[in-house]
């Protein structure tokens, strides 16, 4: 029976359905398989007797439901997240899962959340219009007062033309990215829009990163897989991107020492995480603890550098 009802449950989920639709094909053949349908699903191959064909406020209705009520499991997972640190992966990767939210999802939420505060409260494009006239003439006439090579002389010129290497190529680089910088002090939306476009595509990329880290950390653990630092990272950075989240929109709100807190916090959270997820002493986390943020410092500037780049070269003239 619990077979079944799993199969069922299954099968509806794979059509996209809510499993609380109500079952308005319900004595009629079922559009699966043809079987008569007597009751909520097909007693042949289980799917739910309900159609597409509603409002589409309802489906997105439904969805918004089991997504956020998810039986109550969101406002148990929540306290433990927020305040219990390393408690709710420990517990996950113990099997006690039925009480949580999936911490990939929780992590699709947590991190839809801060992006929508991120780019609704902060507007990248903001910095560039604000700088004066003066300060962009000083930024264009520093890109023309970068010195120039050197004048080589014939033989020299030769040699390089004999292995086909353009010697006007670094004039020519110099002058497109004097152009780009232009374009970009130009058109400060659209280097927003593209910050906003490219950066959670490469943010993502910390996830992955940090779960690495953390294997490499306890590479000796032989009790701990790759699973678990998986779910250790996804819960570090769900954490991170909640309360993100929050100070940006309540910061304007909040004393400057709140962020002072909020700093010393983020550093007790991840050490108490390492000690609590990886069943740790203190010493080894703080030492962990140490390398994860000089890891994360690394990547987070080279991610937030790659953004930069990619988002002022794909702004067009």
Same mark, same amino acid.
């Given at each position: 029976?619990?077979?079944? &009802? /799993? &199969?069922?449950?299954?099968?509806?989920? *794979?059509?996209?359905?809510?499993? @609380? $639709?109500?079952?308005?094909?319900?004595?009629?053949?079922?559009?699966?398989?043809?079987?008569?349908?007597?009751?909520?699903?097909?007693?042949?191959?289980? $799917?739910?007797?309900?159609?597409?064909?509603?409002? +589409?406020?309802?489906?997105?209705?439904? !969805?918004?439901?089991?997504?956020? #009520?998810?039986?109550? @499991?969101?406002?148990?997972?929540?306290?433990?997240?927020?305040?219990?640190?390393?408690?709710? !992966?420990?517990?996950? !990767?113990?099997?006690?899962?039925?009480?949580?939210?999936?911490?990939? @999802?929780?992590?699709?939420?947590?991190?839809?959340?801060?992006?929508?505060?991120?780019?609704? /409260?902060? !507007?990248?494009?903001?910095?560039?219009?604000?700088?004066?006239?003066?300060?962009?003439?000083?930024?264009?006439?520093?890109?023309?007062?970068?010195?120039?090579?050197?004048? =080589?002389?014939? *033989?020299?010129?030769?040699?390089?033309?004999?292995?086909?290497?353009?010697?006007?190529?670094?004039?020519?680089?110099?002058?497109?990215?004097?152009? $780009?910088?232009? #374009?970009?002090?130009?058109?400060?939306?659209?280097?927003?829009?593209?910050?906003?476009?490219?950066?959670?595509?490469?943010?993502?990329?910390?996830?992955?990163?940090?779960?690495?880290?953390?294997? =490499?950390?306890?590479?000796?653990?032989?009790?701990?897989?790759?699973?678990?630092?998986?779910?250790? *990272?996804?819960?570090?950075?769900?954490?991170?991107?909640?309360?993100?989240?929050?100070? %940006?929109?309540?910061?304007?709100?909040?004393?400057?020492? +709140?962020?002072?807190?909020?700093?010393?916090?983020?550093?007790?959270?991840?050490?108490?995480?390492?000690?609590?997820?990886?069943?740790?002493?203190?010493?080894?986390?703080?030492?962990? %603890?140490? %390398?994860?943020?000089?890891?994360?410092?690394?990547?987070?500037?080279?991610?937030? +550098?790659?953004?930069?780049?990619?988002?002022?070269?794909?702004? @067009?003239?």
């Amino acid at each position: 029976m619990m077979s079944v &009802e /799993l &199969e069922i449950a299954g099968a509806a989920s *794979a059509g996209a359905l809510s499993t @609380r $639709q109500s079952a308005d094909l319900s004595g009629e053949p079922c559009r699966n398989c043809g079987t008569m349908v007597e009751g909520k699903y097909c007693p042949k191959c289980g $799917q739910l007797a309900a159609s597409f064909h509603r409002p +589409v406020w309802s489906l997105i209705g439904e !969805t918004i439901s089991d997504t956020f #009520t998810l039986d109550g @499991r969101l406002a148990r997972t929540l306290p433990v997240l927020l305040f219990r640190p390393g408690r709710l !992966t420990k517990d996950y !990767t113990e099997g006690k899962r039925a009480r949580y939210v999936p911490p990939f @999802r929780l992590f699709l939420l947590a991190s839809l959340l801060f992006y929508l505060m991120l780019f609704t /409260l902060v !507007t990248p494009g903001q910095w560039i219009n604000s700088i004066d006239d003066d300060t962009r003439a000083e930024i264009e006439q520093s890109l023309t007062e970068v010195p120039e090579m050197p004048e =080589l002389d014939e *033989a020299t010129l030769a040699q390089l033309e004999a292995a086909n290497i353009d010697v006007n190529a670094p004039e020519e680089i110099r002058g497109d990215i004097e152009q $780009q910088v232009v #374009t970009v002090l130009n058109r400060p939306d659209q280097f927003a829009a593209e910050i906003e476009r490219w950066l959670p595509r490469l943010s993502i990329i910390l996830v992955p990163l940090t779960m690495i880290a953390l294997a =490499l950390l306890h590479i000796w653990r032989r009790d701990l897989y790759v699973y678990d630092h998986a779910i250790h *990272a996804l819960h570090l950075h769900s954490w991170i991107y909640l309360t993100g989240a929050f100070l %940006m929109f309540a910061g304007p709100h909040l004393p400057g020492i +709140v962020f002072a807190l909020y700093g010393i916090a983020f550093f007790a959270y991840l050490w108490r995480s390492l000690m609590v997820a990886g069943s740790a002493g203190i010493i080894m986390s703080g030492l962990r %603890m140490f %390398m994860m943020f000089v890891f994360w410092i690394v990547v987070i500037t080279i991610i937030m +550098v790659a953004t930069l780049l990619i988002s002022g070269l794909s702004v @067009r003239a």
